[in-house]
C-alpha cells in the first residue's frame, strides 16, 4: 500500500509539473515544463514538441527510478524490522520449550540458533547501513531543501494557477518521502529496544 501511494504522488508530481504549462497557458509562448537549455531554438514547432516529450519521458523515468531507489531502501528497513519482530518471538518461546519437558539439549540449541539469529540481523542491519546511510543522508538534506524551496515558491505564484498545483503535488510527495525514511528508521529503532 505505501509502495502505491508513493507511485501515486510521485506520478501525480511528474504529471502537474508536465502539465503546468497547459494550465496556465504559457506553452503557447514556447515554455516548457522544466526550464532547460537546449543546443537549439525550442521555440519553432518540431523542436518545441520534442523537446517537450524528451522532458516528459525523462520526468517520469527519473521520477519513477526516485521512487523505486526509496521503496527499496524502506524494503530494506521493513526487512529488517520483520526479522527483529521473528527473533522476539523465537525468544517467547523458548520458556514454553523448557517447560514442555525438552531436554536440555534442545533448549540449549534454540538459545544457540536465536544468539546466531541476532547475529544475523546485525550482520544484515550494518551492512545495508553501510549501503544506504551516505544515499539516506544525501536524499533525506536534498529532500529537506527541496520542501523549503517548493513552499517558498508557492508563496510566490497565484494559489489556484497551474505553477501552484504542481509544486503542491510535488511538495506532497517529497514529504511523503521523508515521512517514509523517519518512520520505518523508528520503527526499526523501537523494535530494537523492545
Given at each position: ?40 531554438d525550442i521555440k519553432i514547432s518540431p523542436f ?15 521520477g519513477a527510478a526516485i521512487a523505486n531507489i ?111 525514511y523517519c518512520w520505518y528508521g523508528n520503527e ?7
Open positions: 500500500m505505501t509502495y502505491a501511494v508513493f507511485n501515486m504522488l510521485a506520478a501525480a508530481s511528474v504529471t502537474f509539473w508536465m502539465i503546468s504549462p497547459f494550465l496556465d497557458n504559457s506553452f503557447r509562448t514556447g515554455r516548457l515544463p522544466i526550464i532547460s537549455w537546449y543546443p537549439y518545441y514538441e520534442l523537446a517537450y516529450i524528451h522532458q516528459c519521458l525523462a520526468s517520469y523515468y527519473l526509496d521503496m527499496m531502501i524502506a524494503a530494506l528497513m521493513v526487512h529488517i524490522g520483520v526479522q527483529c519482530d521473528i527473533l522476539c518471538d523465537s525468544f517467547k518461546k523458548l520458556p514454553v520449550l523448557k517447560s514442555t519437558g525438552k531436554t536440555e539439549d534442545d533448549f540449549s540449541k534454540n538459545i544457540i540458533t536465536c544468539v546466531q539469529h541476532h547475529k544475523q540481523i546485525l550482520s544484515f542491519a550494518k551492512s545495508s547501513n553501510e549501503f544506504f546511510d551516505k544515499i539516506l543522508l544525501g536524499q533525506f538534506a536534498t529532500s529537506t531543501i527541496a520542501i523549503a524551496v517548493s513552499l517558498f515558491e508557492m508563496s510566490l505564484v497565484d494559489p489556484f494557477s497551474g505553477t501552484s498545483l504542481s509544486h503542491l503535488a510535488y511538495l506532497s510527495s517529497v514529504v511523503f518521502q521523508v515521512f517514509l526499526i529503532k523501537l523494535k530494537k529496544l523492545n
